[in-house]
Structures are given as structure tokens and as C-alpha cells.
């Protein structure tokens, strides 16, 4: 009689857990993609940038010391960022389409310091994600100036935070061989 009263017990508890496979506590709220997408969506001005190399602080050689730039994700699942240098030495003043007697030189600053893509935008499922904290890929990129990142998905960490009655949006991406960026964004327009 004890030991069926105990199996029984277990039996119960088995099945609790199996009712939550994923959470430690049932009361956490999942999100679900759509939900996610729809909290990040909006458009982004760019604030400032980190790189490190290691963990080490590292001077950021493509967007320089006061990167301009617009991020835009939509709730559909589509993003896009353009960020570009300001300092005049990595601007100059170029038209479009290039000219005949345009410098080589001209363009090659130009387009070490600016970037621009866009593609669809995923939630990935690599850590827990929330409304404020996760991880999302942006691709396989549809387009982007830099020709290998065609094609390409990366990822990124989000994070959201409120200040001051605005919201901020950071961006962490590891660019391989122990490069890591973090992008802050001020969100300027809900979508
Ligand atoms: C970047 O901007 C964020 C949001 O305003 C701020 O918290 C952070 O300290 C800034 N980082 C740097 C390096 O200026
Ligand atoms: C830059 O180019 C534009 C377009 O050709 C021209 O209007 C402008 O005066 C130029 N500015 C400088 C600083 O050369
Ligand atoms: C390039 O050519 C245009 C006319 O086609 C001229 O206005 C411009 O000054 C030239 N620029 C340089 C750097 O020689
Ligand atoms: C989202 O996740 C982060 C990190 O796991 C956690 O600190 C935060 O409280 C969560 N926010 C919500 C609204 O669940
Ligand atoms: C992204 O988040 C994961 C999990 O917290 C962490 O291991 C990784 O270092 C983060 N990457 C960046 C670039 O912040």
C-alpha cells in the first residue's frame, strides 16, 4: 500500500514536470517570436559603439570616433542598419555615382568606414529570450555592401533598457577571432 501511495506520488510530480519541459518556475511568461519581434520593432539611432578584442577595449577602425547610423527592425521580421564614420578624413566628399577622375584612394576611406544591409530578421533560440533580453539573427542578409555578407546570418544579443522616459537598445556581436562589438541605439519611432 505505501509503496503504490509513493509511486503514485511520483507519478504526479513526473507529470508536472513534464507539463514544464523548459521553465524552473511556471509562472515565468514564455514570448513567443512574433510577440519579441513586435517589442523590438521601431527605428533606431545610432548612440555610440564599443569594440574589444578579448575583453580588451579596442579603438573601433571602421566607424571611428562618432559613427551616424539608423537601425530599423520590423515586426514582420525585416531589419536594416546603415552606419558610416564622420570624421572628415574617412568622408570625402563624394558623389553618386562615382566620377572618371573620382580617387581610388576617395572611395576606399569611403568604404572602410560605412556599412549598410538589410535582410530578414529571426529570433534565435540559443539563450532565453523576453521582450528585453534575447538573442536574434539578422539574415541570411538579402543585401549589403560588403560582398561576403550576402548570404550571411549574425548574431546578436539584444537588450532593452528604459531610461528617462526614452528606450535604449544594445546590441552585442562577436566578429570572430575574439572581436566583439556593443552597439547602443536610441529608439526614435515606434513602428
Ligand atoms: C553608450 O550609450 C549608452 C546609452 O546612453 C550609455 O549607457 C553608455 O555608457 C554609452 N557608452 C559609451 C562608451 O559612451
Ligand atoms: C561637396 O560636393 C557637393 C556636391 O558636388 C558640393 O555642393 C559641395 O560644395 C562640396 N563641399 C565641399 C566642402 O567641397
Ligand atoms: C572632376 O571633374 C568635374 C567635371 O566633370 C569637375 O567639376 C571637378 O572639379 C573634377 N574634380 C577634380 C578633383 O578634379
Ligand atoms: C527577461 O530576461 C532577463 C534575462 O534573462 C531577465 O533579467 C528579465 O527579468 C526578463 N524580463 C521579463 C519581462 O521577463
Ligand atoms: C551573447 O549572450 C550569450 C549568452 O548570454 C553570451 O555567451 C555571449 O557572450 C553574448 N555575446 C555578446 C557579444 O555579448
Redesign the pocket.
Known amino acids: 500500500m505505501h509503496f503504490t501511495n509513493m509511486t503514485a506520488k511520483l507519478l504526479a510530480c513526473a507529470s508536472l514536470v513534464a507539463a514544464f519541459p523548459h521553465t524552473t518556475s511556471p509562472v515565468?511568461?514564455r514570448y513567443t517570436e512574433d510577440e519579441i519581434l513586435k517589442a523590438l520593432a521601431g527605428t533606431y539611432s545610432l548612440i555610440n559603439t564599443t569594440s574589444a578584442l578579448n575583453g580588451n577595449p579596442i579603438p573601433d577602425e571602421a566607424y571611428g570616433a562618432a559613427p551616424v547610423g539608423l537601425l530599423i527592425y520590423t515586426a514582420s521580421g525585416w531589419m536594416s542598419a546603415t552606419i558610416t564614420a564622420t570624421e572628415p578624413e574617412f568622408r570625402p566628399n563624394l558623389t553618386f555615382p562615382y566620377q572618371p577622375n573620382d580617387t581610388d584612394a576617395d572611395w576606399a576611406a569611403v568604404g572602410r568606414h560605412s556599412i549598410g544591409y538589410a535582410g530578414p530578421l529571426r529570433l534565435s533560440d540559443a539563450i532565453?529570450a523576453?521582450?528585453?533580453?534575447?538573442q536574434v539573427f539578422h539574415g541570411p542578409l538579402t543585401v549589403a555592401n560588403v560582398p561576403t555578407w550576402v548570404g550571411a546570418s549574425h548574431r546578436r544579443n539584444y537588450t532593452v533598457v528604459e531610461d528617462g522616459g526614452e528606450t535604449f537598445l544594445r546590441i552585442g556581436s562577436e566578429r570572430g577571432g575574439g572581436y566583439t562589438g556593443a552597439l547602443w541605439w536610441k529608439k526614435i519611432k515606434e513602428e
Open positions: 515565468e511568461k532565453p523576453n521582450e528585453t533580453n534575447g
